[in-house]
């Protein structure tokens, strides 16, 4: 196995970001429809990020919309870079990518999704002073809602992981495919020191 160059590396984060982001605009729609079926004013989910950060109104939902996308875009970054390390993660087909950004998505949810709604966006929002009366209708009805909303999340980060995980295919085929495809014993052979 080569060692991949800073060059390759740079590529794959390139091709990562930029399915990263399409992955965040597909997750656009999803996030108005919730706030359109909760009543709530379109914006409302990037809203409580701004909120949590301790600022209102359109600058609350602005800076929520950039944190959504350069999250999505350094997810898909990290995938694609990921995809290089070891022959096994080779993402040789647009299959495999949605397979493993779908995994992706679910690793995501799990271990960065969970802990920063539960320990840090919620506290922050039921402390955040100064809200308007809109804005403290918004969190009412999130938090009343945040079951449905936990479970919505994690078919979302799925949704998410098989978006990025399609385009990154789509765009990385090529690239896996000049390199010849060696079975899971060669590769076992290759990672593991003779004993």
């Given at each position: 196995?080569?060692?991949?160059?800073?060059?390759?590396?740079?590529?794959k984060?390139?091709?990562?970001?930029?399915?990263?982001?399409?992955?965040?605009?597909?997750?656009?729609?999803?996030?108005?429809?919730?706030?359109?079926?909760?009543?709530?004013?379109?914006?409302?989910?990037?809203?409580?990020?701004?909120?949590?950060?301790?600022?209102?109104?359109?600058?609350?939902?602005?800076?929520?919309?950039?944190?959504?996308?350069?999250?999505?875009?350094?997810?898909?970054?990290?995938?694609?870079?990921?995809s290089?390390?070891?022959?096994?993660?080779?993402?040789r087909?647009?299959?495999?990518?949605?397979?493993?950004?779908?995994?992706?998505?679910?690793?995501?949810?799990?271990?960065?999704?969970?802990?920063?709604t539960?320990?840090?966006?919620?506290?922050?929002?039921?402390?955040?002073?100064?809200?308007?009366?809109?804005?403290?209708?918004?969190?009412?009805?999130?938090?009343?809602?945040?079951?449905?909303?936990?479970?919505?999340?994690?078919?979302?980060?799925?949704?998410?992981?098989?978006?990025?995980?399609?385009?990154?295919?789509?765009?990385?085929?090529?690239?896996?495919?000049?390199?010849?495809?060696?079975?899971?014993?060669?590769?076992?052979?290759?990672?593991?020191?003779?004993?």
């Amino acid at each position: 196995m080569m060692p991949i160059s800073r060059r390759e590396m740079y590529g794959k984060a390139k091709a990562g970001a930029v399915a990263g982001i399409a992955g965040g605009v597909a997750l656009l729609a999803s996030f108005f429809g919730i706030d359109s079926s909760l009543n709530l004013p379109t914006g409302s989910f990037y809203m409580m990020i701004g909120l949590a950060v301790g600022l209102h109104g359109i600058p609350a939902i602005l800076f929520g919309s950039v944190v959504h996308f350069v999250t999505a875009a350094t997810i898909g970054a990290v995938f694609c870079m990921c995809s290089a390390l070891h022959p096994a993660l080779y993402l040789r087909s647009i299959w495999k990518g949605i397979f493993a950004g779908g995994v992706t998505g679910l690793e995501v949810y799990a271990i960065f999704f969970m802990p920063i709604t539960l320990y840090l966006m919620i506290p922050a929002l039921t402390s955040s002073p100064a809200m308007s009366g809109q804005e403290y209708l918004a969190v009412s009805v999130l938090k009343a809602h945040l079951g449905t909303i936990i479970w919505g999340a994690l078919v979302l980060h799925v949704l998410f992981g098989a978006v990025v995980g399609f385009f990154s295919g789509t765009i990385l085929h090529d690239d896996y495919k000049k390199i010849p495809k060696k079975s899971l014993f060669e590769l076992e052979s290759e990672s593991m020191p003779a004993t």
